[in-house]
């Protein structure tokens, strides 16, 4: 199935079959995010994290990008 970033637009091709795309038919997630944004943003909050000045809320359960 197809799939829009919802940063970039950049529609990309994910597997029918897949956990994210059972669960983005099912609106257990809202959005999508490709391989190169979600890359950035992990780089970013990591840099974000190493100074000290940011606190992490992660949500632990059902959640794909873990
Ligand atoms: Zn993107």
Do not use: H, W
Request: with cysteine.
């Amino acid at each position: 199935m197809k799939a829009k970033c919802i940063l970039c637009d950049q529609v990309n091709d994910i597997k029918g079959t897949s956990l994210l795309a059972k669960q983005l038919r099912k609106r257990r997630v809202l959005s999508y995010m490709c391989d190169e944004c979600r890359d950035r943003i992990d780089k970013k909050t990591a840099e974000r994290l190493a100074t000290g000045n940011f606190k992490e809320y992660r949500q632990k359960k059902n959640d794909p990008y873990i």
